[in-house]
């Protein structure tokens, strides 16, 4: 079984449409997080949720906006997607542990080509 | 706020040499350093973990130290493989709270035959 799973996999579209992602873990964990991977590898936390409530919401336009219905499932929505917003989206999960947090689980990521 | 400093790639190395990439971090408090490895086309894989000063984590011949003195937590191979090829990324996750993970660049590795 796959502990955190994103679909879709890939997506490619029109400039100004809506899109969505999915991402579902079950793994128990109480945290989720959507991350952005521009064209240099690099990593940048867009969102945290924990057990539903928004955590950390780092500077993202208000075009992105995460929904998580229960604790296992964070979406991620797009409006009026931009070329800019190319890049491959990663989903992960985490358990708070207080003082010892835990390592975060990724999916396989979302990679948004948008044309 | 915390932050990971790690050696820019690409590098390069011949099969059956030794690896090393620098990590340095800043954070308060106690963090957890990791060590996460993206293969190409692939999503990021914990490759290794430690959670307190002077522990030293390791897996399939990689070893990292967390040396809480120089703030350093360095990945370590002794001979590398074509199959080691990926992009390694150090990262902490500070204690306490709800704490995000925090990346450092990414440095990506190339073995050659």
């Known amino acids: 079984d796959t502990a955190v799973s994103q679909t879709p996999k890939y997506l490619v579209t029109q400039m100004g449409n809506d899109k969505s992602i999915k991402c579902e873990q079950n793994?128990?964990?109480?945290?989720m997080y959507w991350y952005k991977q521009d064209s240099k590898k690099f990593l940048k936390i867009m969102f945290s949720?924990?057990?539903?409530?928004?955590?950390i919401n780092e500077t993202v336009p208000n075009r992105f906006s995460p929904k998580s219905p229960d604790k296992a499932h964070l979406n991620l929505h797009i409006n009026s997607l931009e070329l800019g917003d190319s890049a491959v989206y990663f989903c992960?999960?985490?358990?708070?542990?207080?003082?010892?947090?835990?390592?975060?689980?990724f999916g396989q990521g979302t990679r948004l080509t948008v044309v | 706020g915390n932050s990971v400093t790690q050696m820019e790639g690409p590098v390069t190395l011949s099969e059956e040499a030794f690896l090393t990439i620098n990590c340095t971090y800043t954070?308060?408090?106690?963090?957890?350093l990791f060590w996460y490895v993206q293969y190409p086309g692939e999503g990021l894989q914990l490759l290794l973990k430690?959670?307190?000063?002077?522990d030293k984590g390791s897996n399939k011949g990689f070893e990292a130290t967390y040396r809480k003195e120089t703030t350093s937590f360095h990945l370590e191979k002794g001979s590398v493989q074509v199959s080691d090829s990926a992009v390694y990324f150090c990262?902490?996750?500070?204690?306490?709270?709800?704490?995000?993970?925090?990346f450092g660049i990414g440095t990506k590795l190339q073995v050659i035959p």
């Open positions: 954070a308060t408090g106690y963090p957890s």
């Open positions: 990262a902490l996750r500070n204690s306490g709270g709800y704490q995000k993970v925090t």
């Open positions: 430690a959670t307190k000063a002077d």
């Open positions: 949720y924990n057990n539903k409530e928004l955590i």
């Open positions: 793994l128990g964990h109480d945290t």
């Open positions: 992960a999960s985490s358990q708070n542990a207080g003082r010892m947090n835990t390592e975060a689980f």
